[in-house]
């Protein structure tokens, strides 16, 4: 059964840096494209980046472009987010999930296969 697993959250002042990591295992798991969500308490889930694992293409939210970098190993089953510059607003549980359409979009909906999430928190 196909499965993702989250890792590397935790407690970060403000201008500092985390790297997450999804960890993709099972025969059955079959999506091209892995984005990173995350979800503030109170707040809707948001798209932050996703990754095609054939190709390596991207996305990004505005909100975490030029501070964030998605990305895969070369086997593919595991994907990065990169976070540099951390503000407080970021602070969130951070989910990966594999894009049901094989669709390098931002609609959560069209994703699953969720993760269990992992807790970042940025400092001020």
């Known amino acids: 059964q196909a499965q993702l697993v989250e890792s590397g959250g935790g407690l970060v002042q403000a201008g500092g840096s985390l790297r997450l990591s999804c960890a993709v295992s099972g025969r059955t798991f079959s999506s091209d494209v892995v984005g990173w969500f995350r979800q503030a308490p109170g707040k809707e889930r948001e798209f932050v980046a996703a990754?095609?694992?054939?190709?390596?293409?991207?996305r990004y939210a505005d909100s975490v472009k030029g501070r964030f970098t998605i990305s895969r190993n070369n086997a593919g089953n595991t994907v990065y987010l990169q976070m540099n510059n951390l503000k407080p607003e970021d602070t969130a549980v951070y989910y990966c999930?594999?894009?049901?359409?094989?669709?390098?979009?931002?609609?959560?909906?069209?994703?699953?296969?969720w993760g269990q999430g992992t807790q970042v928190t940025v400092s001020s």
């Open positions: 999930a594999g894009n049901l359409l094989n669709i390098l979009n931002t609609v959560v909906g069209q994703y699953g296969t």
């Open positions: 990754v095609r694992r054939s190709g390596g293409s991207t």
